[in-house]
């Protein structure tokens, strides 16, 4: 390795914004700069929330820059006590600085807001060429201006007197280079202003796009009817079966488990054919769901089961079950949290394990009330729920004729699931017997089964798929699954099938990485149509777990997990903003699944509503680059190109050692 040294100039550190100009991607969308926007948007909304704003004002200029203005309180502009910096430059120039850390009472700028990643704006400006910030406060008119994504700051200045006028005003210039399309998506930015309007009551949203030729062309938003008269017009002329049912529900001073003003306010509806539906946590729209739409399908079924048991509407033999009762509802659901915690900086999916029993127990009582007290409504919701119950049993039975057509015994350590619904059994591959019992006491045996693997699986990439079935561990997992092994480029019967979703389950650690590669070999070799029909995952257990003590009677104790180091970084960073000493966290490493008791395995890694599976594809025109990086690292006669391989990617690699 000629010319290639490893000594103290080998390591860089990136200070201020430079991570996010070096990996944009790590902290933002870069299809477009609609999500950088979205930061400045999110903050004047975070206003409003509070009840501080009363306008929101969107221009986009020709020039390609858009403006966000507000008349909330207004940025502070004075020194910041630690760091003897104004206070805006703090939150356009540092990655974890903003008012919404320190979530107890009287300390918090924002009681409710869109996360606490608090890297928001800054993002915004270190990929943008330029930044104009106007503040309004205390009678006064601020500017201060960003240049060179950040990096050149001016001079803070008063400009004049605005007397009672208080507000934020933010140009942006975003920078090209970081983005495939240097515009924002209008269609996009539109539908993130309609649903501030929805969810603010009384917020007036406005968008204006400067023309090249012409007046300047406006647009308004206003939803008197909130989420109920939103709900109408994403259903068009589509019929519902019964009223639109919309309420909601905050937790009060006297909630033992969740922090005043925590819950959720919503409006659902069923329909006979599908209606787009709509999620938000604290006005932050997660177009990928999350944890918060898991509970709000768990409180509608709990609460329409009791209603169909009073009212004894189940026939006989009928097993009703959330999808039954969930496929053909729509809604519009806006939750909040103190403490959201994301998938991503992006923020499109809901992580929070605790919005699942939030909105849950916020929902269920008042939708049962609302049926008891609308008897037809509720029965229409009833018999449509039944009806697909009906349906989805009917297809089960025809899987099932096929199933037990064959003559294959399964394998003896397969603890099998009861449903017969395909689509929704999941099969995990468990590494290790110890993992296995705690999996089989985690699972739900309606529709989850487990098969313990013992060791690692044979490399398979070079096997004979007449010999392939000669290893026990692989003839286990191919007699399960119900599918004879098949080449890429073939038409295998898959009709045999037994599972939906094939999870590979190992521990997070360099063992646990090997069998998952092992496993992911045989799928790609083998097996490789399972993978391009969507039915192979890889699930994510924790590798930390954090236990959090009481916080007065507000704040009950609480057990949070980490993927790796730096969500445990990240949590460390949010306690300690929330006013925990470091002592008072006990942190907890797993050495591995079979460590976690089957609670901790059930929240983490099995239930649908709390953990995190990825899904296993191969990218679009990329099949031959996978097919020979398999070979490279799977093939026997490859040790020297591996050799070649390893010594040049090596440092790039984060091992767990």
Not at 538 to 549: E, G, I, T, W
Request: aromatic share 6%.
């Amino acid at each position: 390795m000629a010319g290639k040294q490893y000594d103290e100039s080998s390591f860089r550190v990136l200070k201020g914004l430079e991570p996010v100009r070096e990996r944009p991607g790590m902290y933002t969308r870069t299809d477009s700069p609609a999500h950088i926007i979205q930061e400045v948007i999110d903050n004047a909304a975070d206003e409003a929330l509070g009840g501080f704003a009363g306008k929101i004002h969107v221009t986009l200029h020709l020039d390609g820059s858009v403006t966000i203005a507000d008349d909330g309180r207004g940025i502070p502009v004075g020194l910041h006590a630690e760091e003897g910096v104004p206070v805006v430059v703090l939150a356009f120039t540092r990655l974890h600085a903003g008012g919404k850390f320190d979530k107890r009472e009287g300390n918090s700028a924002y009681a409710f807001s869109g996360g606490l990643h608090g890297v928001g704006v800054s993002v915004t400006n270190a990929l943008s060429t330029r930044i104009e910030v106007e503040v309004k406060r205390d009678g006064k008119r601020y500017r201060i201006d960003f240049t060179d994504g950040g990096e050149t700051i001016g001079e803070l200045r008063m400009e004049g007197d605005c007397g009672r006028q208080t507000g934020t005003r933010v140009r942006v210039w975003p920078d090209p280079k970081y983005f495939e399309n240097p515009r924002v998506p209008m269609n996009e930015l539109e539908r993130l202003l309609r649903s501030k309007a929805v969810l603010l009551s009384g917020v007036a949203v406005r968008l204006d796009i400067e023309q090249p030729a012409g007046p300047v062309l406006s647009k308004t938003w206003s939803y008197p009817e909130g989420l109920a008269g939103y709900l109408k017009e994403l259903a068009g002329d589509t019929e519902a079966v019964a009223p639109i049912f919309t309420a909601e529900k905050y937790a009060t001073k006297d909630d033992a488990s969740f922090a005043p003003g925590e819950g959720a306010t919503w409006a659902l509806a069923w329909f006979e054919s599908a209606v787009p539906s709509e999620s938000y946590v604290n006005l932050i729209p997660t177009v990928a769901g999350g944890t918060h739409e898991s509970g709000l399908r768990a409180g509608v079924f709990d609460a329409l089961k009791s209603f169909i048991e009073h009212h004894t509407l189940l026939p006989r033999g009928v097993k009703l079950q959330q999808e039954d009762v969930c496929g053909r509802m729509s809604f519009v659901l806006s939750a909040r949290l103190l403490d959201p915690q994301f998938q991503g900086q992006v923020k499109e999916k809901l992580n929070s394990r605790e919005a699942v029993k939030l909105v849950s127990s916020q929902l269920r009582d008042p939708f049962e009330i609302w049926l008891n007290n609308h008897v037809e409504a509720g029965r229409a919701i009833a018999e449509l729920s039944i009806k697909q119950a009906l349906a989805r049993q009917k297809s089960a039975q025809k899987v099932e004729k096929k199933k037990t057509s064959g003559v294959a015994v399964l394998p003896g350590k397969l603890s099998d699931c009861e449903s017969e619904d395909i689509a929704d059994n999941e099969l995990f591959l468990v590494e290790g017997d110890s993992a296995g019992g705690s999996a089989k006491m985690a699972r739900n045996k309606e529709n989850q089964a487990i098969l313990p693997l013992r060791g690692k699986v044979q490399n398979s990439w070079e096997i004979d798929p007449d010999r392939l079935l000669a290893n026990n561990e692989i003839h286990d997992v191919a007699v399960a699954l119900g599918v004879d092994a098949h080449r890429a480029d073939s038409t295998p019967d898959l009709s045999g099938l037994r599972y939906g979703k094939i999870i590979i389950m190992s521990d997070a650690d360099v063992d646990g990485a090997h069998i998952q590669t092992l496993l992911l070999t045989l799928f790609f070799r083998h097996f490789p149509k399972l993978i391009d029909n969507g039915h192979v995952y890889v699930a994510q257990p924790p590798l930390y777990r954090v236990d959090v003590p009481a916080q007065g009677k507000k704040r009950p104790p609480r057990r949070l997990y980490a993927l790796d180091e730096g969500e445990l970084t990240a949590i460390r960073d949010r306690l300690a903003k929330e006013g925990f000493k470091p002592d008072a966290i006990e942190i907890g490493r797993f050495k591995g699944l079979g460590e976690m008791n089957p609670d901790q395995l059930r929240e983490t890694t099995m239930d649908p509503a709390t953990r995190r599976v990825l899904p296993v594809h191969v990218r679009p025109g990329a099949f031959d680059d996978t097919l020979k990086m398999f070979t490279l690292l799977m093939g026997k006669g490859e040790a020297s190109g591996r050799r070649t391989w390893m010594e040049a990617k090596g440092d790039s690699v984060e091992a767990d050692i």
